[in-house]
């Protein structure tokens, strides 16, 4: 069975104002329609789309001229819960599920995390997905580093999520392999054309779909799309406007059956090793 999913591709911010917070909800929810309309189960949104994505110097204590502790007074969190809200009624309203990105905040002083929430399509918060492996900058000044994977089901299909610079660590794409996803859920906020590659690669050395989700600004250098268990683009976003991409994850295809069912198997075979220790050999000749 398929499953259908859309890449929201909308303006991003780095300035976690009111009134960006509530631009950036209109803007999600309105993309949040046009996937309900196209039979969409799952949306997923950039890095920081729901918050904004704050700048290091705008959110510097001692800034902008240099870095300082991050001054999270500045994020407008009153109208983030509000919109918050707004956002999860609409998805249960539409039943439909969405990823999106956002600062999540801890009482007391620690440092938030860089998330993504995953809503259900009864507008619960089934599960949050921290940023792990963070910057230099991040993890000196701003954020809390997130512990552990995080999957989540839908109709039988299972996910797995990454953020931005996490797609520099094959090891992360390896281990939800292990965790048998189905399709690894990439959001960020980058203008790297790198990670487009990058994410190609990790896609067919695991046999898996990967999306990948940018905002506008970052499209010019990978467009909003979707690639295959092979390692191909399905389909990407035509321009560097706001719009989704609805993508079909079917099995069955040409970019996907060979892959999952041949590929995938033969290379948890190959990484346990068990089958080459009876054929290795020593020889005289090396």
Request: net charge negative; proline share 5%.
């Amino acid at each position: 069975m398929s499953f259908r999913i859309a890449i929201a591709q909308i303006t991003g911010s780095e300035n976690p104002s009111a009134e960006n917070i509530r631009a950036n909800a209109q803007a999600i929810r309105k993309q949040m329609h046009a996937a309900s309309k196209a039979g969409v189960r799952l949306i997923q949104f950039h890095e920081g789309a729901f918050s904004s994505y704050p700048s290091k110097r705008l959110m510097s204590s001692t800034g902008p001229d240099t870095l300082g502790e991050a001054d999270w007074s500045k994020v407008a969190w009153d109208v983030l819960e509000e919109e918050l809200l707004s956002v999860r009624s609409l998805a249960k309203e539409l039943k439909l599920w969405l990823v999106v990105g956002s600062v999540h905040r801890f009482s007391g002083k620690h440092r938030p995390y860089n998330s993504l929430y995953i809503i259900s399509d009864n507008g619960e918060i089934v599960e949050r997905y921290d940023k792990r492996l963070i910057s230099n900058t991040e993890v000196s000044y701003m954020y809390t580093p997130g512990k552990k994977p995080v999957t989540f089901t839908i109709d039988g299909w299972t996910f797995g999520c990454v953020i931005c610079i996490e797609i520099n660590y094959p090891e992360l794409f390896m281990q939800y392999e292990q965790l048998n996803v189905d399709c690894v859920l990439f959001s960020t906020y980058s203008e790297d054309p790198m990670f487009g590659i990058e994410a190609q690669g990790h896609a067919a050395s695991n046999s898996y779909w990967v999306t990948f989700s940018p905002p506008v600004q970052g499209a010019k250098a990978v467009p909003a799309g979707v690639i295959a268990p092979n390692g191909q683009w399905i389909d990407q976003a035509k321009n560097d406007k706001p719009q989704i991409v609805v993508v079909d994850l079917d099995p069955t295809s040409v970019e996907a059956e060979e892959a999952i069912k041949y590929r995938r198997p033969w290379r948890r075979v190959a990484r346990d090793g068990a089958i080459y220790r009876d054929r290795h050999i020593i020889d005289a000749q090396g």
